[in-house]
């Protein structure tokens, strides 16, 4: 998925991609990045005390789409 189809699809389930409070590379909030990967944008979230592996994004957009879909995600906004 390309910055923009994650952007589009986002508005179109009325979610927001909350940006990150401090110098993430990534720019997203529980996105962090893996340099030299085909997939280097890594989405977490904290489930139950621990930290849930969402998924490796092409694009930073595409794994803070993953965030703002999971219910902790939601919960944040």
């Not at 508005?11 to 340099?35: C, F, H, M």
């Amino acid at each position: 998925m390309t910055r923009e189809q994650a952007l589009q699809q986002a508005q179109a389930e009325g979610i927001t991609l909350r940006k990150a409070d401090n110098r993430s590379a990534s720019g997203y909030a529980n996105v962090s990045v893996k340099p030299g990967r085909s997939k280097p944008f890594q989405a977490k979230v904290k489930r139950s005390g621990a930290m849930v592996h969402l998924g490796s994004f092409a694009t930073a957009e595409e794994a803070a789409l993953s965030v703002a879909r999971s219910s902790e995600g939601q919960e944040a906004v």
